[in-house]
């Protein structure tokens, strides 16, 4: 791990900052956004895909078990001093999302329906975290924001309506509450990325709970786990290095630096990053309409982030 993350990790951040050179906060923010929702885009269909072997709730908790594992050897190697008492308290309400809301809530509705129509009720991610982060950041964004942010909320939930024969009611209730779980962890994740950087945000995150997933997570571990295709594994090691923590690594600084409401939006295209996981590695049958809503919501997000420009802009002329 020491060497993966030293010659890989390090590296990558470094080529990114003289890369960027040049570029404003918000631009780096928004690149960065960009690239953290294509590495959560693979999330979903992982999370179908796994717990069609494994108990949802053993992948649920382990990916906090296992990954505040990796997050303690980083912050260990890198010497990261402890975080204060303010931080602590912002960090433990960040892990009611991160570590238990949001990962177990979508590994029970994965287990129920398929991975397409979780990935298009998540949709209205970036309007729970936009509305949460605002408030917390004191963030004031201009009323077409949200307008288009309730536009794509709007979509999100005519198409869960349009859809008829998709799996049982209540998962839709489960993706619900995950939004509702992630929402609140990235808000207070990206305010506490205003303080610490963002790849401590998360692994504190992971470490301060951590232990409380131990034991759930070794009485639901497979008695059976030879049996058990090796994708299925490697799939749930992408969901607890990638989806857990390295991801978190570039959105908690995206965050930081381009400001939470307007990075989140950017949220939006995992919708379409995903359905093509989705379609293309496990073959889910997507129809016309499918596609359809998520031209509409994509569309939507880039309006959104042109009425936050142009609001800047005015502000600053």
Same mark, same amino acid.
């Given at each position: 791990?020491?060497?993966?993350?030293? &010659?890989?990790?390090? @590296?990558?951040?470094?080529?990114?900052? #003289?890369?960027?050179?040049?570029? &404003?906060?918000?631009?780096?923010?928004?690149?960065?956004?960009?690239?953290?929702?294509?590495?959560?885009?693979? $999330?979903?269909?992982?999370?179908?895909?796994?717990?069609?072997? !494994?108990?949802?709730?053993?992948?649920?908790?382990?990916?906090? /078990?296992?990954?505040?594992?990796?997050?303690?050897?980083?912050?260990?190697?890198?010497?990261?001093?402890?975080?204060?008492?303010?931080?602590?308290?912002?960090?433990?309400? &960040?892990? +009611?999302?991160?570590?238990?809301? =949001?990962?177990?809530?979508?590994?029970?509705?994965?287990?129920?329906?398929?991975?397409?129509?979780?990935?298009?009720?998540?949709?209205?991610?970036?309007?729970?975290? /936009?509305?949460?982060?605002?408030? !917390?950041?004191?963030?004031?964004?201009?009323?077409?924001?949200?307008?288009?942010?309730?536009?794509?909320?709007?979509?999100?939930?005519?198409? $869960?309506?349009?859809? #008829? &024969?998709?799996?049982?009611?209540?998962?839709?209730?489960?993706?619900?509450?995950?939004?509702?779980?992630?929402?609140?962890?990235?808000?207070?994740?990206?305010?506490?990325?205003?303080? +610490?950087?963002?790849?401590?945000?998360?692994?504190?995150?992971?470490?301060?709970?951590? @232990? =409380?997933?131990?034991?759930?997570? /070794?009485?639901? =571990? @497979?008695?059976?786990?030879?049996?058990?295709?090796?994708?299925?594994?490697?799939?749930?090691?992408?969901?607890?290095?990638?989806?857990?923590?390295?991801? =978190?690594?570039?959105?908690?600084?995206?965050?930081?630096?381009? %400001?939470?409401?307007?990075?989140? #939006? $950017?949220? !939006?295209?995992?919708?379409?990053?995903?359905? +093509?996981?989705?379609?293309?590695?496990?073959?889910?049958?997507?129809? /016309?309409?499918?596609?359809?809503?998520?031209?509409?919501?994509? $569309?939507?997000?880039?309006? %959104?982030?042109?009425?936050?420009?142009?609001?800047?802009?005015?502000?600053?002329?």
């Amino acid at each position: 791990m020491h060497n993966w993350y030293q &010659s890989f990790l390090i @590296p990558t951040f470094q080529h990114f900052q #003289q890369f960027s050179q040049g570029w &404003s906060e918000q631009t780096k923010g928004l690149v960065l956004g960009v690239l953290a929702v294509m590495l959560f885009s693979f $999330t979903l269909p992982l999370s179908h895909y796994v717990t069609q072997s !494994l108990d949802p709730w053993f992948v649920g908790m382990g990916r906090t /078990a296992f990954g505040g594992v990796l997050a303690a050897a980083i912050l260990w190697k890198k010497q990261a001093p402890l975080p204060n008492r303010q931080q602590i308290k912002w960090l433990l309400l &960040s892990s +009611l999302g991160i570590t238990l809301g =949001f990962p177990v809530c979508i590994s029970l509705a994965m287990s129920l329906t398929e991975s397409s129509r979780g990935i298009i009720v998540i949709g209205v991610l970036p309007l729970a975290t /936009a509305v949460i982060g605002a408030v !917390l950041a004191k963030e004031r964004m201009p009323k077409a924001f949200w307008l288009f942010a309730l536009a794509g909320a709007g979509l999100v939930f005519g198409f $869960t309506a349009s859809q #008829q &024969s998709s799996g049982p009611q209540w998962a839709d209730l489960l993706l619900l509450l995950a939004v509702l779980s992630a929402g609140f962890g990235y808000a207070t994740g990206g305010k506490l990325s205003k303080e +610490l950087p963002g790849w401590q945000v998360i692994s504190w995150t992971l470490v301060l709970v951590m @232990p =409380f997933f131990w034991v759930p997570t /070794a009485m639901l =571990f @497979p008695t059976e786990s030879a049996q058990i295709e090796l994708g299925v594994w490697l799939a749930f090691a992408y969901l607890i290095i990638i989806s857990q923590l390295l991801g =978190f690594f570039l959105w908690n600084s995206a965050m930081g630096l381009g %400001g939470i409401a307007l990075v989140s #939006q $950017t949220q !939006l295209l995992q919708i379409f990053f995903s359905l +093509l996981i989705a379609d293309i590695l496990f073959g889910e049958q997507l129809n /016309a309409w499918t596609w359809l809503f998520a031209i509409l919501i994509i $569309t939507v997000v880039a309006m %959104g982030n042109k009425s936050v420009r142009l609001a800047r802009q005015r502000l600053k002329a």
